[in-house]
C-alpha cells in the first residue's frame, strides 16, 4: 500500500478504498484501458438465489472452501413467490434455485434465511435491517443495486457471477478504482411527505443521464441529504446505479448510527460507541478533497416525478406534459431516436398531460421502495379510500421483518380494506423473474427502480414513481398531484 500523507485531503470514498488495499496492482494486473488494477478486501458479501448457482459449482468442481463464511449472508427472494406461502411453489426453476441455494449454504457453512425464516426478504432490504452493512465495509453482492448499502457508508457494489466466486473463494476482489463525483442536494422540501427521496434521485438521473456517473461512485451531500431517513438515503442509493455509477455513498451520521444500534448483527455494547467515534471523526469527505465531477440539484421547485418512457431519465413533473423527442434531445440525435422509440413503446403521445395517464396495475415495493416508511407513507393517502375498479394493486413488503412490523401497525388493514393486496416478501414485480409480472399492454404505476422494455413482464409498461404517488394513482386509475392529497 503506498503511504498515504496525513495532509492530503482525500474525499469518503478514497478512504474507504485505501483501508482495503491489499495488493496495489498498477504493475501486475491491467484493464481493458491499460489503467492499473487493485485487489481489494471485501468485509461483507451478499448472496442471493439467480447469480450465485454457478459460482458454488465452480467451488465444487475446484474443491475449494469459502474462505470467510461468517462474513457471508445469503437470502432467497428475486424468484420466491410473494402469494400463500402454504401453497405449493409451482415454477420448478425458481423451486430448484432456491432448493440448489438453501443446499449450497448448508455445505458451505454460510447463514442463510431461507423462504421459511423471520428474516428472509430483499437481500437489499434485510442486509441493513439486520445490521449486516456497517459504516467504512466494503459491501458485495451478485446484484446491481447493492449501491443501497452505499447510504451508510459503505462502499457497495453488484457483481458478475465470476467475481462471486472469486469473493466466496478469496474474500478479495481486482478492480480498477472508480473516480468520485459529488452531488450537492441544496434546498429544502416544500412539502417532505409529497416529494419523496425517489423523486430527488429521479430528479437527479433526469439531469445527468443514465450514463452522466459512468466510471464513478456518487456521494450524495447538503443538508437535505443530513435530513433524510435511512429509507430515504437507502432509496437514492440504491437508484444511483440508475445513473451509471458504480456505487452511491452518503457520508455516515447520527442518523446512522442510531438506526444501526442493537440491530442483529451489528457490534454491540462498548465496542459498537468506539466505532461509533471513529466512524464520526474519520468517515467523510475532507473539507478540499478534490472530486472528478460535481453537480448540485435545487430541492427547492421539485415535484412528483413520473417516468414516461424506458429508461430512468425519461422523467416528468407530474404537473408536466410528456415530451416531444426533439423536447427530451436536446439536439442529440440518438436521444431523439431513444424517445421516439420509447413512446412507442408505452403508447404513448407527445404533449399528453401525466395526470392524463391511466393505469392497469400498482406496484409497491423493490429493493428501492419497502420498507416500512415507505408503506406508511403510501397509507397516508391510502386510508379510507378504495382502489379504482380499473386497477389491480399490490403491497409487496421488502422483508419479513418489514411485514411483521407493518401489521403490528395495522398497515395490512388499512390497505386491504382499500382492495389492495397484501403480499409475502420478495423482488416481485420489479424485475418479472416470478409469477409476479405484467400481461403484455399493461400500464404500471411501480416505485422499483427499472422501466426497461419488458422489465416487469413481456410487453409491459412501466412508470416509475414514489410510494405515495403510486398510491394515489391507484385510488384514482390515473396519476394525480400527490401534494394537493397530503
Known sequence: MDYISPSMQRTLFDKIWDEHIVVNGNQIEKDSNGLGQTLIYIDR?????????????SLHQRGRKVRRPDSTIATVDHNVPTNDRSLPMVDQTSKIQI????R??????ITIF???????????????????????????????????????????????????EHVLATQCLWMSKPKSFLVNIEGTRRNPHAITSKDIILSIIQKIGIDGGTGTVLEYKGKLISELSMEQRMTICNMSIEAGA?????????????YLRGRKYAPKGEYYEELVESWRNNLKSDPNSVFHKIETLNADQLAPQVSWGTNPSMVSDVTGNVPHPDEFAKGNENERKLAIRALQYMDLQPGTPITDIKIDRVFIGSCTNSRLEDLIEASLVVKGRKVSAQVRAMIVPGSQQVKIQAEKLGLNKIFKEAGFEWRESGCSMCLGMNPDILAPGERCASTSNRNFEGRQ?????????????????AIQGHFVDVREWV
Not at 45 to 57: D, G, I, N, R, Y
Not at 158 to 164: D, K, Y
Not at 457 to 473: D, N, Q, Y
Open 45 to 57: 458479501h451478499l448472496v442471493h438465489e439467480v447469480t450465485s448457482p454457478q459460482a458454488f459449482e
Open 114 to 164: 431461507d423462504i421459511d425464516s423471520p428474516y428472509q426478504g430483499i437481500v437489499h432490504v434485510i442486509g441493513p435491517e439486520l445490521g449486516f452493512t456497517l459504516p467504512g465495509t466494503t459491501i458485495v453482492c451478485g446484484d446491481s443495486h447493492t449501491s443501497t448499502h452505499g447510504a451508510f457508508g459503505a462502499f457497495a457494489f453488484g457483481i458478475g457471477t465470476t467475481e462471486v
Open 99 to 102: 432448493e440448489t441455494l438453501t
Open 457 to 473: 413482464g413481456t410487453g409491459g409498461r412501466t412508470h416509475l414513481v414514489s410510494p405515495i404517488m403510486a398510491a394515489a394513482a
Open 104 to 109: 449450497n449454504c448448508r455445505e458451505f457453512g
Open 246 to 258: 458504480r456505487a452511491g455513498l452518503i457520508a455516515p451520521d447520527e442518523t446512522t448510527f442510531e
